[in-house]
């Protein structure tokens, strides 16, 4: 059974930095890819950054490009997404999701992946 458990979220004040984690197990295809959506209060899903298997490559929503970062630790099975430079607009649910195959075409497509973690709340204070 593919779980994903995401930790790491909070309250920060704006400019502030916060790093998530998704803990992965029970994948049983390869490659697979990671993506980080988020949910905001009243709005839809969104894409926010996806790390394939297969290469460690990354992509990112432009909203959060040079200011997010995604990166995986294979021995803990983990995925981290590293945030700096938070805006109160950056406030929502933060929700881990894998896919079998890697990022590329649909990364931002939540009906695309189709294992989930329960979301992790991150709030920035203006």
């Known amino acids: 059974e593919v779980q994903l458990v995401e930790s790491g979220g909070g309250l920060v004040q704006t400019g502030g930095s916060l790093r998530l984690s998704c803990a992965a197990s029970?994948?049983?295809?390869?490659?697979?890819?990671i993506g980080w959506f988020r949910q905001g209060p009243g709005k839809e899903y969104k894409g926010v950054s996806c790390i394939s298997s297969t290469d460690g490559s990354t992509y990112y929503a432009d909203f959060v490009k040079g200011r997010f970062t995604i990166s995986s630790d294979n021995v803990k099975n983990t995925v981290y997404l590293q945030m700096n430079s938070l805006k109160p607009e950056d406030t929502a649910v933060y929700y881990c999701?894998?896919?079998?195959?890697?990022?590329?075409?649909?990364?931002?497509?939540?009906?695309?992946?189709?294992?989930w973690g329960q979301g992790t709340q991150v709030t920035v204070s203006s």
């Open positions: 999701a894998a896919r079998s195959g890697t990022c590329s075409g649909t990364y931002h497509d939540p009906t695309s992946f189709h294992y």
């Open positions: 029970g994948f049983t295809f390869d490659p697979y890819a």
